[in-house]
């Protein structure tokens, strides 16, 4: 069994439908829910997510998202957008069976980008922070329900995004002026607020970060199954951890395909970095690919189509090749 390939979840331009033809007919093993950025705030990372969550709403500032004290456009148009993304999705995945991700911002980037009334991030007040986690999971909770009843036959995969995590471990997350940044988060609150999260979904939970230094062994004590990440960020300072995480059964997205245009190895020596940590790490070959999906380093809105359609397509023979030739 190959653990295979699948992409990272934004893609260009602002069609539903092409989007979810990509996704699909990229993947047909492991396809995923495609985002479209392109088409303004609501359809953006943090926008899709604050329309998921229950009893809170947001609404576009200059400045970014800001809480509101009742749905208003944005959170209306948030949640219209994924309706057609979802419809889109379930037209191309008539009888589908098998894997199937979904993704959403995780607690601890969806803290570090809303902003409380007042402009600073919700991420300085603690009790604020729990609210928007519980919120999230009841959100989430929700809408994975709705995805189970749109397509039955799919093993749904939950994606957290969370590109803000190691800043926020680290408190390195910038003030509203600039000058100054938020205290770092308790490292137990930050992996039990995590866990909470990760716990509305019995299946697998996987999260995505491509920025440097992945918390690895944090996410998986927190719970979860899989690691998505920019292989070309790792250095040696991760192999204990990376070396653990495999061995105690966490999956790697290995993004190894930059995600904005530019020439395309052949599909083997893409994964040439992941053969040789493999070796590193002294783990058996075999392995190798039950370990390892390949992804596009991150998402795909600042690449052209073309190249959008390309790097899938050039992922999924990579994850062939690993599976042929692990050594």
Not at 51 to 57: F, I, K, T, W
Request: proline share 6%; net charge negative.
């Amino acid at each position: 069994m190959s653990a295979g390939a699948t992409g990272v979840g934004s893609l260009p331009g602002g069609d539903a439908r092409e989007a979810a033809r990509t996704a699909t007919g990229s993947f047909e093993d492991f396809p995923y829910l495609p985002e479209l950025p392109a088409r303004g705030p609501g359809a953006d990372m943090i926008g899709r997510s604050i329309g998921l969550l229950v009893d809170m709403y947001g609404h576009v500032e200059p400045s970014g998202w800001r809480i509101s004290d009742r749905p208003g456009r944005d959170t209306r148009r948030a949640r219209s957008w994924l309706g057609e993304d979802l419809d889109a999705l379930e037209e191309f995945t008539q009888g589908y069976t098998g894997r199937l991700k979904v993704q959403a911002v995780g607690p601890w980037t969806l803290a570090a980008a809303l902003e409380l009334h007042g402009g600073e991030a919700m991420l300085q007040d603690a009790g604020a922070c729990r609210d928007l986690a519980g919120s999230l999971a009841e959100g989430l909770r929700e809408h994975l329900a709705d995805v189970r009843k749109r397509i039955p036959g799919a093993d749904v995969v939950l994606q957290l995004d969370e590109p803000s995590l190691t800043a926020v471990l680290l408190g390195r997350v910038r003030s509203a002026s600039g000058y100054r940044t938020y205290r770092a988060v308790d490292r137990q609150v930050v992996e039990g607020t995590l866990r909470e999260v990760f716990a509305v979904h019995d299946g697998e939970v996987i999260v995505h970060s491509c920025a440097p230094e992945v918390p690895f062994g944090l996410l998986r004590r927190a719970g979860a199954t899989g690691v998505s990440f920019d292989f070309s960020l790792l250095t040696e300072r991760e192999d204990d951890a990376l070396g653990e995480a495999v061995e105690g059964g966490t999956k790697l997205f290995a993004g190894v395909v930059p995600g904005t245009d530019g020439p395309l190895s052949d599909p083997g020596g893409s994964v040439m970095g992941v053969r040789k940590l493999w070796r590193r790490l002294g783990l058996a070959p075999g392995a190798l690919a039950e370990s390892v999906v390949v992804t596009p380093a991150c998402g795909l809105a600042g690449a052209s189509p073309a190249y959008a359609r390309a790097v899938q397509a050039h992922c999924a023979r990579a994850a062939r090749s690993l599976a042929d030739n692990p050594e």
